[in-house]
């Protein structure tokens, strides 16, 4: 929804950074005209009961703290669910991009769940560095065994790479193995088509 008000200029009026003019400002009607066509855009997204229950508010942003504070507060469920998927996600039989994928869609979530504060004392650089070592080691841990050269030789990095330059060097190892199986799928096939056309002795 942020991002729908955003895209059409209309962000202010839920985030409490744009005051209502007065009745005898020239700019009231025009005001009055875009608070409502936001407040439709809102209930529109909304089922009906949640609707009803909050029609009769008179602005956009009082529509909108309502529904902050109901709804906007963490839900330890749903934060102890994300993080339990955590512990167990792993790559199994996905691919490294689909393994990706689902680990990052995971922090993300949780960033948005559990939102850290920005650090902007000296030590922001490390902190950001240590958070992104964690979610790297987390990545690490849930590859498959057939990786763990690789896996061994990027932690013998010093520093540890960054995510997408692991994410990158995983997606070039998948690619190598996947020429060599096929090179060794056409080594065997072009065997099998030589001995089917070997002549049969004549007995």
């Known amino acids: 929804m942020t991002i729908a008000l955003s895209t059409k200029s209309k962000l202010y009026f839920v985030d409490g950074t744009l005051d209502k003019p007065q009745p005898n400002s020239a ?3 025009k005001w009055v005209k875009c608070n409502d ?9 909304l089922t009906k009961p949640i609707a009803d229950s909050i029609i009769y508010t008179k602005t956009a942003r009082q529509m909108w ?14 934060l102890y669910q994300v993080k339990r998927e955590m512990c167990n996600i792993s790559q199994g039989a996905n691919d490294i991009a689909t393994y990706f994928t689902k680990i ?13 504060p920005m650090c902007t004392c000296n030590s922001a650089e490390k ?3 240590r958070e992104q070592n964690q979610k ?3 990545f690490l841990m849930g590859l498959n065994d057939d990786y763990n050269s690789v896996r061994g030789n990027i932690l013998m990095m010093s ?29 065997d096939s072009a065997s099998l088509a030589v001995e089917s056309f070997k002549p049969q002795q004549a007995y």
């Open 104 to 116: 990052k869609s995971l922090w993300d979530e949780l960033d948005d769940l559990d939102e850290i």
């Open 159 to 187: 520093p540890l790479p960054t995510i997408s330059q692991v994410y990158s060097m995983l997606i070039q190892e998948e690619k190598q193995r996947e020429i060599r199986s096929n090179g060794h799928f056409l080594a």
């Open 65 to 78: 703290v309502e529904l902050e504070e109901r709804f906007g507060q963490i839900n330890g469920a749903k």
């Open 127 to 129: 902190m950001l560095k």
């Open 136 to 138: 790297l080691l987390q």
């Open 27 to 29: 700019d009231f009607k």
């Open 37 to 45: 066509m936001v407040m439709s855009w809102i209930l529109n997204v």
